[in-house]
């Protein structure tokens, strides 16, 4: 499948898991810090897979317009979308620190991409 066909879904599946009331999880934990965790990697894949859509040119990507752009539009703004749509679903609140942790993931997604050219052009 082609990248935007991965992104797209994956950005379905954060939405799903992020807009699920909190009433139909269930009730799992792992380790203590399980929450954070999973926002952490669902934003890290999300940056990963977003930024590259549209970018042809290995060289100087960082330089795209259309890297920032991505960056913005498909991974920050659906972050903090996703994370203040919760205050709306039962069992479910709007958190900073989850908030922050979703950053933490998007930029290291983005430092991933930037940085791993082995691995960056696998799914185009």
């Not at 934003?43 to 977003?50: E, K, P, Q």
């Not at 930037?114 to 960056?120: A, D, E, I, M, S």
Request: some cysteine; hydrophobic content about 50%.
């Amino acid at each position: 499948m082609r990248r935007e066909v991965w992104t797209f879904l994956w950005l379905a599946a954060c939405s799903v898991a992020m807009l699920t009331p909190g009433s139909a999880l269930p009730e799992v934990s792992v380790f203590s810090f399980q929450d954070k965790f999973i926002h952490f990697i669902l934003f890290f894949v999300l940056s990963y897979l977003s930024i590259g859509l549209g970018i042809r040119e290995k060289k100087e990507v960082w330089r795209s317009k259309r890297l920032w752009m991505n960056f913005l539009v498909l991974s920050v703004l659906p972050s903090i979308g996703l994370e203040t749509a919760q205050h709306l679903i039962p069992y479910r609140s709007l958190d900073l620190n989850d908030l922050i942790v979703n950053v933490l993931g998007i930029l290291s997604g983005l430092f991933g991409y930037l940085y791993r050219p082995t691995c960056k052009f696998i799914l185009d």
